[in-house]
């Protein structure tokens, strides 16, 4: 290539078939120097993408030093045609560089500086997307009137539109995917897309975006420079679109005067690895490509495209214990040439194949077929970067912290196991809940299958291009990530806004094992709480703060300081909750009503930790002491106001419970957790019922308090179950309900029940079906029931005494925990 006009390749950003075209055009051209649409601040990385751990697809990321939130992608996959050209240039000692606007003006563009009128272009950096999209690689560029309008033309539809088609995918697989570069004219292609471009910007102009003139000015400028630096021999590998605007022929100072006065801000460039699902427009990205899997496959294929991809379906297929044999991958191939040949296609592509797919190995199911695309179609490919590439120090603290505990950051979702008492495992939670606290979501807990123990965690995984920035963020909080969290925990902790985000915070410092949060955090905490009157604030505070409790033993975090103050937190919420129950509508009473459940289960936990604190400090005195208990500044002495909490609580509940100012909906879940508790006898709860259901009272109200008593999920109608009374009672008041108040109680009573099990329902039917003299009890059955004994077995029930005593670990208890215990379990 001797010319002094430059080699314009136009092309589609991750267009494997441009990609094939790129290649060999610089094959026969040999330029000099190959310039790439992209951000010039990024020439110094491109000798990374000649080391062996670089492997796409990977991104150049862009970000504003002092506003890392600012922030710009140029992805790049291994059939994107910059990057072959990149590789070309490096594997040929041929200079690379990137020639598009520089990212420290497109990342200070301010919105409304040039598109005031005409709105954001599709490829702006700004806008969420980058160098790649449909619109930026000649297949998405609008007209005025579009522009006015904000609709945008996409110039691939066109020309599809033109040539018959009604898929522009299908088009420019058609014209361009399916062809090989031959032996004929390797330019020809390219000439062809650019008097195409050429044509359709003369009917729809440039689309009055003034960014899209700007970039095109400073790419001539560059062209330019590099002309008269090598004298010839330059190739341009840039989005189709602009070939016709550069090719144009404009004075120097005109392409000045469009550059002259743009805003600019500071920015650091890096590589970062990226994913498949981030080059599909599925995932929201729209970086121009449906399949990135696919056309991924297609690079790659060195022959026979059609039959290969069969054999990689089958293969995922058969991991997910489908029965697909050599005979389905064959009949598969033919169907999809078949296919081909009816359509008029040159070769089989992604709808064929998908069609056979379906047809063949999936038995017509759409279900697999799902899984082939999202696995196969779109992939789950994450690139990697050398370790080499610039970063942030967080970054580098986060990469390190990654390989000393095994714990690599991959595309595809995955769950992970915790056991804390393994020290790698316990480390893996330290980290993930630490970069949760920083806003970097790698991972999110879920419920563990199969344990309830504190010690066991499960954490959901996937690694998402988007939080490279979100650790260039965090890292103005510090350079590793245990000074950034803890810097973290300590701003979020004197800015938070309710004193349930202080506690929710706590809790999380204690998770991600904090210590020196932890003190700011609990002098913040205790300031909220000694200010806050607001009852309904502090129960909802309360279950967090017991929540952090549990973490003392597993993680060997001191929790001495939080026992107390959540301590006396409940006994505020003891004296404040009645009168905080009183004259309530029906929403702040179910709100009530929550509020009360959790604070039951907090104090359980409460109390059992403020026993095992007495149980050691008991322990740790020595035998010989003598003269007055020896005050435990968090226990107390024996008349510590935090003993007996489970007691004082039962008062507060049995207040609640006879109150008429109550909410009925708080009144009986009052009665049902005494009930649980065994603080309540059968009768006695009976007997409220009773009161409750009696015609005195109005029908709404007692359909409150039967939604409080037995609501909330299985629990209550097991007691339904198993207490034919309280059925009973419950089954005559609805029979009674007034014809007119019945649609005013239907609802709340529809939910109350719904929220049961269907077997459970079931069993209800069957009861009230069988009428008041028949039913007698589920769990022990009753007399007149086929196949259930008149009454208890106790001899057979004494049988399998020692296998629940062993299953509940009560052998060998030193308490001398006897069977009678297995009373207060089974409740």
């Not at 080391?51 to 992608?73: K, N, T, W």
């Not at 498949?276 to 022959?303: C, E, K, N």
Request: hydrophobic share 45%; net charge negative.
């Amino acid at each position: 290539m001797g010319g002094r006009e430059p080699l314009l390749l136009g092309v589609r950003h991750h267009g494997p078939g441009s990609a094939r075209a790129v290649r060999a055009a610089l094959e026969a051209a040999r330029p000099r120097v190959v310039l790439i649409e992209g951000p010039p601040e990024a020439d110094a990385l491109i000798p990374l993408a000649a080391e062996e751990d670089m492997r796409p697809p990977v991104a150049l990321l862009a970000h504003a030093v002092d506003e890392p939130g600012r922030s710009a992608f140029w992805p790049l996959a291994e059939f994107s045609p910059e990057w072959v050209a990149i590789r070309w240039a490096l594997e040929h000692d041929v200079p690379a560089r990137f020639i598009d606007l520089p990212a420290t003006h497109s990342l200070a563009w301010e919105e409304g500086r040039f598109d005031e009128a005409v709105g954001e272009t599709p490829d702006s950096p700004d806008s969420g997307t980058a160098p790649g999209s449909r619109a930026e690689a000649g297949v998405g560029a609008p007209d005025p009137e579009a522009t006015r309008t904000g609709l945008r033309i996409d110039p691939l539809a066109v020309l599809a539109e033109t040539a018959g088609y009604d898929d522009p995918e299908r088009w420019w697989e058609d014209v361009v995917e399916h062809r090989g570069t031959g032996a004929g004219d390797v330019f020809a292609p390219f000439v062809v897309v650019e008097e195409a471009m050429g044509a359709l910007r003369e009917v729809y102009g440039s689309g009055g975006h003034e960014r899209d003139l700007v970039r095109e000015a400073y790419m001539r400028l560059q062209i330019r420079a590099a002309q008269r630096e090598f004298g010839g021999g330059v190739a341009v590998v840039c989005g189709a679109w602009h070939v016709p605007a550069l090719r144009e022929r404009t004075a120097v100072a005109a392409d000045r005067a469009l550059l002259k006065g743009l805003p600019k801000v500071k920015a650091d460039m890096t590589w970062v690895p990226w994913t498949y699902r981030r080059l599909a427009r599925v995932s929201g990205y729209g970086a121009g490509i449906d399949s990135p899997g696919w056309y991924g496959h297609l690079f790659g294929a060195a022959d026979r495209p059609v039959e290969r991809w069969m054999t990689k379906v089958a293969g995922l297929l058969r991991e997910e214990d489908r029965i697909v044999s050599s005979a389905h991958v064959i009949e598969a191939v033919r169907l999809a040439q078949t296919l081909a040949a009816m359509r008029g296609r040159p070769l089989a592509g992604l709808s064929e194949t998908t069609d056979a797919v379906r047809a063949v190995m999936c038995e017509g199911s759409d279900l697999p077929l799902s899984l082939v695309h999202d696995r196969l179609v779109v992939g789950d490919v994450l690139g990697e970067v050398p370790r080499g590439a610039p970063a942030v120090p967080l970054q580098r603290d986060l990469d390190r912290t990654q390989r000393r505990l095994r714990l690599k950051p991959e595309a595809l979702e995955r769950e992970l196991e915790l056991d804390l008492r393994k020290e790698t495992d316990a480390g893996r939670s330290r980290l993930l809940h630490r970069l949760r606290l920083l806003g970097i979501g790698w991972g999110e807990p879920v419920a563990s299958r199969g344990s309830t123990g504190t010690f066991r965690e499960t954490w959901r995984l996937r690694w998402e291009p988007e939080l490279s920035v979100r650790v260039a963020e965090a890292g103005v909080w510090g350079t590793t990530v245990l000074a950034a969290a803890t810097a973290k925990a300590q701003a979020d902790a004197v800015t938070a806004q309710s004193l349930a985000d202080v506690t929710a915070l706590a809790e999380r410092c204690l998770l991600a094992e904090l210590p020196e949060a932890l003190p700011v955090v609990m002098r913040v905490l205790a300031d909220r709480a000694a200010l806050d009157a607001d009852v309904g604030h502090l129960a909802q505070a309360l279950p967090a703060l017991v929540r952090s409790l549990r973490y003392g033993d597993v993680r060997g975090t001191d929790t001495h300081a939080l026992t107390e103050v959540a301590a006396g937190l409940a006994e505020r919420v003891f004296v404040g909750l009645p009168p905080a129950c009183a004259a309530l509508d029906a929403d702040a009473a179910e709100e009530m009503r929550g509020h009360v459940d959790s604070v039951h289960g907090a104090v359980g936990l409460l109390a059992d930790v403020l026993a095992a604190d007495e149980t050691a400090d008991g322990d740790s005195e020595p035998a010989h002491a003598a003269g007055p208990p020896v005050e435990n500044p968090l226990r107390g002495t024996p008349g510590s106001p935090h003993r007996d909490l489970r007691l004082r609580w039962r008062s507060v509940l049995r207040v609640l419970s006879g109150r008429d100012t109550v909410p009925g909906v708080v009144r009986g879940r009052a009665v049902r957790l005494l009930l649980d508790d065994g603080e309540l006898g059968q009768d006695e709860a009976a007997r409220l019922m009773g009161l409750v259901l009696s015609p005195g009272t109005p029908p709404a109200d007692a359909a409150a308090w039967i939604e409080g008593f037995v609501g909330g999920g299985a629990g209550g109608g097991l007691l339904l179950v198993h207490d034919e009374r309280l059925l009973g009672l419950v089954d005559a008041w609805l029979t009674g309900v007034p014809a007119e108040a019945f649609t005013d109680v239907l609802p709340l009573l529809r939910r109350t029940f719904s929220a049961y099990e269907p077997g459970v329902r079931r069993t209800l039917g069957e009861l009230v079906r069988r009428g008041p003299g028949e039913r007698g009890s589920a769990a022990g059955g009753g007399a007149g029931i086929p196949g259930f004994g008149a009454d208890l077995d106790t001899a057979r029930a004494d049988a399998v005494l020692p296998v629940v005593r062993l299953l509940l670990g009560l052998d060998g208890d030193p308490v001398g925990a006897d069977d009678n215990d297995l009373v207060g379990v089974g409740r």
